[in-house]
């Protein structure tokens, strides 16, 4: 079965500065991977995902991701956060092997102070 | 597109009542998933639906739990003789699968339906 760690469960910076969040994933085979963010009152939503291709991913707002196959890391960047940055961040994989049902970290919540 | 939509948005309920939670998804997605979070964890994911075919049901989390797509539209999930161990987030996602749309495998979440058990 597939699992996630983030291993950043409370990030807190001040605006401007880099972000970076760490995802590992236990999974063999094929994956598909993304990050989501959840804002103060809002559902989750992309951020943006890797499938095949450029393992380096842009999403939206200025984030982007590196998938590492070697050491089964997708780790989020962001070269300089913004207060509206502040929200909790899930890294998810699917298997196509696992009918494409998402397993989801346990989060990261990040807050950046103005 | 009006989005995934969850109802009611909070439910309070006492020990020993049923619950039942619906989710209206987005129009032309034909997968439908429940998914619960609770506090400082991400949404664990219990149960999926494709058209009106339930494919996986082995972790919804008792036999207190179930869920129904009868047409393949909207779902409900039921928890019956509710603990104060259910209280927690339920969340609702659609996605499209071998579709017409491309596949992303992406998901889009209502915003949830809150449970608190007293």
């Known amino acids: 079965a597939q699992s996630v760690s983030q291993h950043n469960h409370h990030v807190i910076l001040s605006e401007a500065a880099s972000l970076e969040l760490g995802c590992n994933y236990s999974y063999g085979g094929t994956v598909n991977l993304f990050w989501y963010v959840q804002y103060p009152g809002q559902h989750l939503q992309l951020l943006l995902k890797?499938?095949?291709?450029?393992?380096l991913v842009k999403g939206i707002k200025g984030f982007e991701a590196e998938f590492i196959k070697s050491k089964f890391s997708f780790n989020l960047r962001k070269p300089s956060v913004q207060w509206s940055d502040t929200a909790e961040y899930f890294c998810a994989v699917n298997a196509p092997g696992g009918s494409y049902i998402p397993t989801f970290g346990r989060g990261t919540s990040l807050i950046v102070h103005p | 597109d009006t989005g995934v939509s969850q109802n009611p948005r909070h439910k309070i309920t006492k020990r020993g009542q049923n619950v039942t939670f619906r989710c209206d998804p987005i129009?032309?997605?034909?997968?439908l998933y429940w998914y619960r979070q609770t506090l400082g964890q991400g949404p664990e994911f219990l149960t999926y639906?494709?058209?009106?075919?339930?494919?996986?049901k082995s972790r919804l989390l008792s036999d207190r739990f179930s869920a129904e797509r009868p047409k393949g539209s909207f779902s409900t999930l039921e928890i019956q003789r509710t603990e104060q161990g259910d209280s927690a987030m339920y969340l609702c996602?659609?996605?499209?699968?071998?579709?017409?749309?491309?596949?992303?495998?992406?998901?889009?979440f209502g915003e949830g339906s809150r449970l608190t058990v007293l």
């Open positions: 890797y499938f095949s291709g450029d393992p």
């Open positions: 129009s032309e997605h034909n997968r």
């Open positions: 996602a659609s996605s499209s699968y071998g579709l017409a749309i491309a596949n992303t495998g992406e998901l889009f």
């Open positions: 639906f494709q058209n009106e075919a339930q494919l996986e």
